[in-house]
T-cell receptor, first 109, second 110 residues
Framework: GEDVEQSLFLSVREGDSSVINCTYT??????LYWYKQEPGAGLQLLTY?????DMKQDQRLTVLLNKKDKHLSLRIADTQTGDSAIYFC?????????FGTGTRLQVFP | DAGVTQSPTHLIKTRGQQVTLRCSPK?????VSWYQQALGQGPQFIFQ???????QRGNFPDRFSGHQFPNYSSELNVNALLLGDSALYLC?????????FGAGTRLSVL
């Protein structure tokens, strides 16, 4: 079946690194995505990784993919208060995206 | 370059009514997908339109229907509204591998 799981909440101090984890079930997924949602807003695409890659870095964001364990992570370096939001992991099924329930990241000073 | 635009931003309806939500895709995108996001949940796939045809559908009843126009814009229609249809409805457009989302329409059913 198709299922994406994430932990619900993460709290970090400003300036520290944040790591948000995700597990997925569909081994045939070609792409995996990270989206950010601020209160009352839509989803903002942060980054994505193709399934034949292990790692992708984009400025403060690092995505790690362990395909064997079906585990995806998003690391945010030097976390800022503006990073406070809900982060969704999504796998690409047949043309559709399958989302996790989201991880709420809270950044405190 | 405008991104994905959705209208209206907010809508209040009563049970049994019908609603139409609209979406204009990002320039150059020919595929539109609709998602429902209930409070505290991740988005759930409703359906996808490509070349004015419904290409794939999620686990939603027939009360949910859609349309895509020749200019690639799309509508989502929901008939016989239920209280449980209250949610944020998100439209996403894509041309290949990546879906970009609009700000959504928040529907409240009273």
């Amino acid at each position: 079946g198709e299922d994406v799981e994430q932990s619900l909440f993460l709290s970090v101090r400003e300036g520290d690194s944040s790591v948000i984890n995700c597990t997925y079930t569909d081994s045939s997924s070609t792409y995996l995505y990270w989206y950010k949602q601020e209160p009352g807003a839509g989803l903002q695409l942060l980054t994505y990784i193709f399934s034949n890659m292990d790692m992708k870095q984009d400025q403060r964001l690092t995505v790690l993919l362990n395909k064997k364990d079906k585990h995806l992570s998003l690391r945010i370096a030097d976390t800022q208060t503006g990073d406070s939001a809900i982060y969704f992991c999504a796998e690409r099924g047949t043309d559709k995206l399958i989302f996790g329930t989201g991880t709420r990241l809270q950044v405190f000073p | 370059d405008a991104g994905v635009t959705q209208s209206p931003t907010h809508l209040i309806k009563t049970r049994g009514q019908q609603v139409t939500l609209r979406c204009s895709p990002k320039s150059g995108h020919d595929t539109v997908s609709w998602y429902q996001q209930a409070l505290g949940q991740g988005p759930q796939f409703i359906f996808q339109y490509y070349e004015e045809e419904e290409r794939q559908r999620g686990n939603f009843p027939d009360r949910f229907s859609g349309h895509q126009f020749p200019n690639y814009s799309s509508e989502l229609n929901v008939n016989a509204l239920l209280l449980g249809d209250s949610a944020l409805y998100l439209c996403a457009s894509s041309s290949r591998d990546t879906q970009y989302f609009g700000a959504g329409t928040r529907l409240s059913v009273l």
